[in-house]
């Protein structure tokens, strides 16, 4: 059996300009890098604005584990069998941050005959969209600094600057540092710290934005620091807005590559859904809905974070409709949830199996929850037995409600999920969506995140300390109040514990940290020890990347 890589270095890949145009982009729209690639300004494309909007439909997933549940390569592969079943459809992904490609997690672009090409671009600085956002926050946090350093006009409280800095790479050493030692003439030393790019205000910023307007009005609202008299500094306060825009113009373009089989993809922005709100842009999926009948887009990880961020989050924002979901499981992970070991998961156990379906129960009811209509698909492994498929597809018809469809896309491309492009068609086209946010703007911030933390994770409730709490009120008290929560937490179980596996209730969430993300337009609450900068693992997969004798690039998968 031929590996990914190999896989994808066997395609014949369409030059951009024939992808572009069966998309309906004309070549005047497209700012080609190199022969694939292209970014495309929307803005040439005739009566773009004044079309109408197709489906969308929401690929999501159960819990994590190590296991492999197969997000990403089932959203392509939906989307090459929506096309193969005479569909026009396209897909709408997240760029891969760095960070994973050199540690554990690897690359995003899909896998075996479902993958967006070119792979080795993608997953690494594809357009330099990821490096433009770094910079621009950078810039931001520079000038914070150097406004100090000139006399502080603004009289900023350097124990209450908030605004810190970010690189698209896993490095825990910067986690918290101390900035402009080595004497007067570096600045003033503060205790400072960076992120990772992909959790950075600008980055959903970026990704949230509907326009260019947008994005300048939303960076200037971006809040770095206080005042001793507790009076926020801004962006435009700094006068640091216009810069900001420059760098991220030319990045706010979606970016057009295809799918092995010719599928149009855009694939823009990468906010990680444990730390961030986990979407691709809002412009590119808008984009995919003029051009296309059907647009396939995913929200990170388990749906008790991508989903949840997705509906409550970026449709709240941008007035989006999804129009049913797909709640992607393996065998493997199920089994996993119901206690097997790893070493274990090739070997038929249906009670194990049976014990992890709770997980993906409780993630079929919260999609509900948000009137939208769900679909289970099985992402097929070689392991799997007849009983193990008979198994899943009982429970979710008789105790669920839901079809449970076996998907081969990975062995098969587009041809293993025409099965669920059609029932995908069905659900979408029955009218049965009533989208609705799960809880009202007028909800204070305790009572949202309380909300969620007990309808999607099954909590008995949140827990703060005081000053936590205190952070809570003062947010109110300036003004914040409507705006939704963004919750940070581990991607691994529905509580704040990663080791919580399957469907864990009447556990207490634990509040870390309120962070505030004015620009954005949502509040982080930072849960358990979730970092917002992740560390490398023991062995990072850095160490087995390389360019061989031919000047491949080997190891990225």
Known sequence: MATDIEIARAAKLQPIAEVASRAGIPEAALHPFGKFIA?????????????????????????????????????????????????????????????PSFGMKGGAAGGGHAQVVPMEQINLHFTGDFHAITSAHNLLAAMVDNHVYWGNGLRLDSRNITWRRVMDMNDRSLRSIVSSL?????????????????????????????????????????????????????ASDLKATGAMSVLLKDALMPNLVQTLEGTPAFVHGGPFANIAHGCNSVIATRAALKLADYTVTEAGFGADLGAEKFFDIKCRKSGLKPAAAV?????????????AAKDALGQEDLGALHGGLANLARHVGNIRKFGVPPIVAINHFASDTQAEHELIANYCRNHLGVEAVIC???????????????????????????????????????EKLETIAR??????????????????????AAGH??????????????????????????HVVSVRELRLSAGAGFAVAICGDIMTMPGLPRVPAAERIHIDGQGRIEGLF
């Open 182 to 234: 080595g004497g007067a003439s570096n600045g003033f030393p503060r205790e400072d710290g960076f992120d990772i790019t992909v959790a950075s205000e600008v980055m959903a910023i970026f990704c949230l934005a509907s326009d260019f307007a947008d994005l300048e009005a939303r960076l200037g609202k971006i809040v770095v620091g206080r005042t001793r008299d507790k009076h926020a500094i801004t």
């Open 39 to 99: 970014k495309v300004d929307t803005h040439e494309i005739p009566d773009f604005a004044s079309r109408p909007d197709g489906k969308l439909i929401l690929v999501t997933a159960i819990s994590p584990t190590p296991a492999g549940e197969g997000k990403t390569t089932t959203t392509v592969g939906l989307g090459d069998g929506l096309t193969r079943i005479g569909k026009n459809c396209m897909i709408a992904l997240r760029e891969p941050s760095l960070g």
């Open 408 to 446: 081969r896309h990975w062995a098969d491309g587009g041809a293993g999920t025409e099965e669920l492009a059609r029932r995908v068609v069905a659900l979408a086209e029955s009218g049965e969506a009533d989208f609705e946010p799960l809880y009202p703007d007028t909800m204070s911030l305790w």
């Open 481 to 506: 109040g409507r705006l939704p929560v963004c919750v940070a937490k581990t991607q691994y179980s529905f509580s704040a514990d990663p080791n919580l596996r399957g469907a864990p209730s009447g």
């Open 327 to 339: 709640v992607v499981a393996t065998v493997r992970a199920l089994k996993m949830h119901g206690g």
């Open 455 to 476: 309808e999607i994770y099954g909590a008995e409730g949140i827990s703060a300390d005081h000053k936590v709490k205190a952070r809570f009120a003062e947010l109110e």
